[in-house]
Nanobody
Framework: QVQLVESGGGLVQAGGSRRLSCAASGRIFSINIWAWYRQAPGKQRELVVTIRNSGSTNYADSVKGRFTISRDNPRNTVYLQMNSLKPEDTAVYYC??????????????WGQGAQVTVSS
């Protein structure tokens, strides 16, 4: 079994910064794709950014230039550096990992969510 544990959520003023972390543990052969999603109150969960094993990234337009994803492969950890935060970035942020646990075994796992609240 694989577990994802997030940390770093909290309250921040508009214009400020916050860094989220997500660490994976368990039987992991490789983490193919990491992703961050977020869900604001009353809204659907949306994809924020992905990062592949190759290092290629794909950001939602709403966060381009402000958020940066990075991964630490030996530690099976992904980070989301969020700068120039806006009140509309307020949401629960979820990490997601596409994990291979062995040959032919591959599935998604989710973190528990981290609340980020941006005050105006």
């Amino acid at each position: 079994q694989v577990q994802l544990v997030e940390s770093g959520g909290g309250l921040v003023q508009a214009g400020g910064s916050r860094r989220l972390s997500c660490a994976a543990s368990g039987r992991i052969f490789s983490i193919n794709i990491w992703a961050w999603y977020r869900q604001a109150p009353g809204k659907q969960r949306e994809l924020v950014v992905t990062i592949r094993n190759s290092g290629s990234t794909n950001y939602a337009d709403s966060v381009k230039g402000r958020f940066t994803i990075s991964r630490d492969n030996p530690r099976n950890t992904v980070y989301l550096q969020m700068n120039s935060l806006k009140p509309e970035d307020t949401a629960v942020y979820y990490c997601n990992a596409d994990v291979s646990t062995g040959i032919g075994n591959r599935r998604d796992y989710w973190g528990q969510g981290a609340q980020v609240t941006v005050s105006s």
